[in-house]
């Protein structure tokens, strides 16, 4: 069994038969049929059900498909990093951002973009739990999220605290600071992840350890969404005060949480104990420079 044999058997599990394998593969379906057989008969096991031309894997086929994945993307990555050792920085950086942290990004491509101009930039959106997930498939390398989040698979950079401000229609009020009790009758609304622990709980935590029930009236996980609503009137939402770096705030206002500080915290995460690009590398190195609009 070799490289060549474990790309035509992960070709053919992602196309699901055989002639759509060859014909993705540049070649005649016989020779891929044969060179499956030969693939079944040197491990002494059926790796596919058939069912028709549809082929579905057996436990077996699951397994190696699951190894192949990670020899194949292993030997990509050794084939990278030489490449780029003789050639210098250059292909492909994968970046994943939730949108309240999205002001991070810009100032860093843009340095990163002058001294690296060879480099592909891919950028992906998500909250921080899908994030973190395709850091863990290797769909990105490098995600930056919102804490808490479970880190065990993770290298981390921590990034510096950002303080929550409540954001509202520059028509409903011009006050400068406000407290949790007067903002706890406002219609509030919230980030909320799809999935796990995050500032939804952070913020409602706060209003309870005051005795406050907050009157919630939205929650999503979208800050550009939450900011659209302000701006409609339909109510106000608490959010890290970095977030309004990435957005126009002509007809809001910004409103300091007296008394009760809320905090969140934030981080640069990448797949523990796993090759990392030197692109990845350098562009971690863009945050060691405090860019104008960083949190502070």
Same mark, same amino acid.
């Given at each position: 069994?070799?490289?060549?044999?474990l790309?035509?058997?992960?070709?053919?599990?992602?196309?699901?038969?055989?002639?759509?394998?060859?014909?993705?593969?540049?070649?005649?379906?016989?020779p891929?049929?044969?060179?499956?057989?030969?693939?079944?008969?040197?491990?002494?096991?059926?790796?596919?059900d058939?069912?028709g031309?549809?082929?579905?894997?057996?436990?077996?086929?699951?397994?190696?498909?699951?190894?192949?994945?990670?020899?194949?993307?292993?030997f990509?990555d050794?084939?990278?990093?030489?490449?780029?050792?003789?050639?210098?920085?250059?292909?492909?950086?994968?970046?994943?951002?939730?949108?309240?942290?999205?002001?991070?990004?810009?100032?860093?491509?843009?340095?990163?973009?002058?001294?690296?101009?060879?480099?592909?930039?891919?950028l992906?959106?998500? $909250?921080?739990?899908?994030?973190?997930?395709?850091?863990?498939?290797?769909?990105i390398?490098?995600?930056?999220?919102?804490?808490?989040l479970?880190?065990?698979?993770?290298?981390?950079?921590?990034?510096?605290?950002?303080?929550?401000?409540?954001?509202i229609?520059?028509?409903?009020? $011009?006050?400068?600071?406000?407290?949790?009790?007067? !903002?706890?009758?406002?219609?509030?609304?919230?980030?909320?992840?799809?999935?796990g622990v995050?500032?939804?709980?952070?913020?409602?935590?706060?209003?309870?350890?005051?005795?406050?029930?907050?009157?919630?009236?939205?929650?999503?996980?979208?800050?550009?969404?939450?900011i659209?609503?302000?701006?409609?009137?339909?109510?106000?939402?608490?959010?890290?005060?970095?977030?309004?770096?990435?957005?126009?705030?002509?007809?809001?206002?910004?409103?300091?949480?007296e008394?009760?500080? !809320?905090?969140?915290?934030?981080?640069?995460?990448?797949?523990?104990?796993?090759?990392?690009?030197?692109?990845?590398?350098?562009?971690l190195?863009t945050?060691?420079?405090?860019?104008?609009?960083?949190a502070?």
């Open positions: 069994m070799d490289l060549k044999q790309r035509y058997f992960s070709t053919i599990v992602q196309e699901g038969q055989i002639t759509r394998a060859a014909k993705r593969l540049h070649m005649a379906q016989p891929l049929s044969q060179q499956l057989k030969l693939l079944e008969q040197e491990l002494g096991t059926v790796l596919f058939r069912n031309k549809n082929l579905e894997l057996t436990e077996a086929g699951k397994i190696l498909y699951k190894k192949s994945q990670d020899l194949l993307k292993s990509e050794t084939v990278s990093e030489v490449k780029e050792v003789g050639e210098g920085i250059r292909g492909n950086l994968s970046i994943g951002s939730v949108k309240t942290c999205f002001s991070y990004i810009p100032v860093r491509l843009k340095y990163f973009r002058k001294q690296y101009p060879l480099v592909t930039i891919r992906q959106e998500g $909250d921080s739990s899908l994030l973190s997930t395709f850091v863990r498939n290797r769909d390398e490098l995600a930056i999220v919102r804490l808490p479970d880190l065990k698979d993770f290298s981390i950079l921590p990034l510096p605290k950002d303080r929550f401000v409540l954001v229609p520059k028509k409903w009020s $011009d006050k400068k600071t406000m407290k949790l009790n007067e !903002i706890a009758d406002l219609p509030l609304l919230l980030l909320h992840r799809l999935k995050g500032l939804f709980e952070l913020v409602v935590d706060k209003f309870k350890s005051q005795g406050l029930v907050p009157n919630v009236v939205c929650q999503c996980p979208d800050a550009t969404m939450l659209s609503l302000v701006q409609a009137e339909v109510g106000a939402a608490i959010l890290p005060k970095s977030t309004l770096n990435s957005f126009p705030t002509d007809n809001l206002n910004i409103i300091e949480i008394e009760s500080k !809320i905090e969140s915290e934030s981080a640069v995460i990448w797949l523990k104990d796993r090759y990392l690009s030197k692109s990845a590398i350098r562009f190195e945050f060691q420079i405090q860019f104008v609009g960083d502070k």
